[in-house]
């Protein structure tokens, strides 16, 4: 999640006028679930009532949209007895892991 303060003041003229927060997740290449934050939240005023006011929390989840996965290069190759014929392939990992992955 992007890590940013963000500021929305009510005045006594918008105080009735809902505002947006939008929350910013930041594209990571880790294979690592959904994960939770929390939007922390507090008042700044010199209005008596809100001033004691403590608001709640939001709690976000960021959906991860990495996918585990392995790409071959060919699924099929060709050798012979002989040893004249040296077909290779390529194998690689769709997602980075969160440790090591032996194929």
Do not use: R
Request: aromatic share 6%; proline share 5%.
């Amino acid at each position: 999640l992007l890590d940013t303060m963000l500021i929305t003041t009510f005045t006594t003229v918008n105080w009735a006028m809902t505002q947006v927060v939008t929350a910013t997740a930041v594209d990571d290449v880790l294979l690592d679930g959904t994960q939770t934050f929390q939007c922390l939240t507090s008042i700044a005023t010199a209005d008596v009532a809100y001033s004691a006011y403590n608001p709640p929390d939001a709690d976000i989840a960021v959906a991860d949209d990495e996918v585990p996965g392995v790409l071959l290069s060919a699924t099929a190759v060709t050798t012979d007895e002989a040893l004249t014929l040296t077909p290779t392939y390529t194998i690689e990992l769709q997602s980075a892991p969160t440790s090591a992955v032996s194929i």
